[in-house]
């Protein structure tokens, strides 16, 4: 099991934590704020082509008119996204 987590991404131009064509992945515990500034496909977190990846206890907070989370083409997953105003 690979596990992400106590990381903190801050006015970055990309995806934050991206789990591409992985397996057994834990991404928690995270903080990603205020990215994506330059970068159009993606999120915060964003999981591709991957089984078996567990998304939860994040700080997500995605920019206007971007996304705080993405999947693609992944198989059993979860994303757990507790939604806050800022």
Do not use: P
């Not at 970055?12 to 991404?27: A, E, K, L, M």
């Not at 993606?42 to 008119?65: F, H, P, Q, T, W």
Request: charged letters at 20%.
């Amino acid at each position: 099991m690979s596990v992400v987590e106590n990381n903190l991404c801050f006015e970055n131009g990309g995806n934050r934590v991206h789990c591409f064509r992985s397996q057994n992945v834990r991404i928690q515990n995270n903080t990603c704020v205020g990215n994506i500034g330059s970068f159009d496909f993606g999120g915060k977190v964003s999981i591709s082509e991957s089984e078996r990846v567990y998304v939860y206890n994040n700080i997500l907070k995605a920019n206007l008119g971007k996304r705080a989370a993405l999947q693609c083409d992944s198989r059993d997953f979860l994303v757990w996204i507790q939604h806050h105003r800022w």
